[in-house]
């Protein structure tokens, strides 16, 4: 490449040797993990340097597709592919003949539905964003072609953060039965976790990656996570698994792990939830219901010892907690359907009626709360039997608190419609399977927990579901209001829940 394209580079904060294709391969899917909407990468080098091997290694790695056909763009310049989390452009202007022609060829317009791979940029001059990622690709050896050095620039520190973070899970599979597997994109969740699909020949894993380490994270959200008790490290999510195995629950094995990285690496448990086609399925949910029966029939530790020595304390689930979360409401889905904030008196009454409510049931049984216990995280596991059908995942926020949480968790399924009928059907087996445990099993007083801490929660989604919307850009969550809405009403016309139900008729449509 000429010098003067080399001047117009940012700054350089990454050289990465590779000796073989299957390298070049390996570094477009790490750099494939940290691409997201907005995001452009210029890919600069000398004809035949890689910059179109490592293009379609990249589009192939975000399409989970490693036989995906991807044709240069030489004589189209743009080739757009639509992904399921964003679409990527593919463009190749070594043929632009004026810069002007990359406004015509829609840039702007394709990086608000996705990214851009740009190979030729100096074709470009200034019109590249200027928070754009530079690669220059070269052959230091030209009798060894597949050897290569990619350097990376940029004036943006996010990608220098992006990058490390990468190649850092990369770093902790190496020291694996996993150290040249593909990443694929799992899922995000509601929190701010991140996971990801690792795949060797026929052998997968799920890697857990947590971003709370240092400033990660603003003092404002820990200092929620701390006043309601979520994890802020994955030693929870280690110690709680484990003994939920060392009981005989189905929860993955842990195979590798690192708490100053915040990863964990656990065996794959599927895709295959308790639902089918959108739809909760009577007979997967019944054996959930046995699953929490069983779990709430034993006593459950308050520390465990992890292999490193150390102890992992499980937080109590406690009133002001519990109220915070359900303050969420407050802060959220009141002003999204009412266009003003809620006022300190509305504060003040929603707080002494949550008060009153949960001091109603204090004397209701408490143990592990497992926190997100239903559709998502419930795998279904078709070749096993009895309980070890339910695989439990997410679980990393468990606490000590009214074990009628989790009930309503699985019986009121934030993700799908349960209907009234099928609610009593897994209402009355649980309590069923409770009285078989011990007769003098209450049925009453777990009925009022179970409104209460429904109630709770139903509360505490809706307004997590329009800060997702709101605050997150993930408007699909909204969608979910109308059957948490519709949960609430059934909820409120139970016994003892008159003064809940009037307050709520003032601030929700």
Not at 48 to 72: H, N, Q
Not at 111 to 139: R, V
Not at 213 to 235: E, F, I, P, T, W
Request: hydrophobic share 40%.
């Amino acid at each position: 490449m000429a010098d003067h394209h080399l001047r117009q580079l940012p700054s350089s904060f990454l050289t990465v040797q590779v000796s073989d294709e299957a390298e070049t391969q390996r570094l477009a899917n790490d750099l494939s993990m940290v691409l997201s909407r907005g995001d452009v990468i210029c890919l600069s080098g000398d004809l035949g340097a890689g910059k179109s091997t490592f293009s379609r290694a990249l589009i192939r790695s975000l399409a989970g597709d490693g036989d995906l056909e991807v044709p240069s763009p030489t004589f189209t310049l743009v080739q757009t592919y639509e992904f399921g989390r964003f679409d990527v452009s593919h463009f190749d202007l070594y043929r632009l003949e004026d810069p002007e022609e990359l406004e015509e060829l829609g840039l702007d317009d394709l990086l608000e539905e996705g990214a851009a791979l740009i190979e030729w940029p100096e074709k470009a001059e200034e019109l590249l964003p200027e928070q754009a990622l530079w690669l220059q690709i070269s052959q230091p050896d030209e009798d060894r072609p597949d050897q290569r050095q990619f350097a990376f620039f940029s004036n943006a520190s996010q990608w220098t953060e992006r990058i490390a973070r990468s190649l850092k899970i990369r770093a902790f599979l190496e020291g694996t039965e996993f150290p040249t597997a593909e990443r694929r994109f799992l899922a995000g969740d509601a929190s701010l976790r991140t996971f990801e699909t690792v795949v060797s020949g026929n052998k997968s894993a799920v890697l857990m990656r947590w971003p709370f380490q240092g400033n990660a994270v603003s003092a404002s959200v820990r200092d929620y996570m701390k006043k309601v008790h979520l994890a802020q490290d994955c030693r929870s999510v280690v110690a709680v698994g484990s003994e939920l195995r060392s009981r005989g629950f189905h929860a993955p094995a842990i195979l590798a792990s690192s708490f100053k990285e915040g990863l964990v690496l656990s065996n794959d448990l599927g895709s295959e939830t308790i639902v089918c086609e959108g739809n909760p399925v009577a007979e997967r949910y019944l054996v959930a219901v046995e699953v929490l029966a069983n779990m709430h029939g034993q006593e459950w530790p308050h520390s465990i010892v992890l292999q490193d020595g150390s102890r992992y304390a499980l937080p109590e689930y406690s009133v002001d907690a519990l109220i915070a979360e359900a303050s969420l409401f407050l802060d959220w889905f009141v002003p999204e359907t009412t266009n003003a904030p809620a006022d300190t008196q509305t504060r003040l009454e929603f707080e002494a009626l949550w008060r009153g409510a949960l001091e109603r049931i204090s004397d209701a049984q408490k143990g592990w709360v497992l926190r997100d216990f239903h559709s998502p995280n419930l795998l279904w596991q078709e070749k096993a039997s009895g309980t070890d059908r339910i695989g439990l995942i997410d679980f990393q926020d468990t606490v000590i608190g009214p074990v009628a949480y989790d009930v309503a968790s699985l019986l009121l399924d934030a993700r799908t419609k349960v209907s009234v009928e099928l609610e009593t059907e897994l209402f009355d087996a649980y309590v069923l399977a409770r009285k078989k445990q011990s007769p003098d099993f209450e049925a009453e007083s777990f009925s009022e927990a179970y409104a209460v801490m429904a109630a709770q929660r139903i509360t505490k989604i809706l307004g997590i579901f329009v800060r997702l919307a709101r605050r997150d850009g993930k408007p699909a969550y909204l969608s979910h209001l109308p059957r948490m809405l519709g949960y609430l009403d059934r909820i409120l016309d139970r016994p003892a829940m008159s003064e809940l139900k009037d307050w709520y008729a003032h601030y929700r449509p």
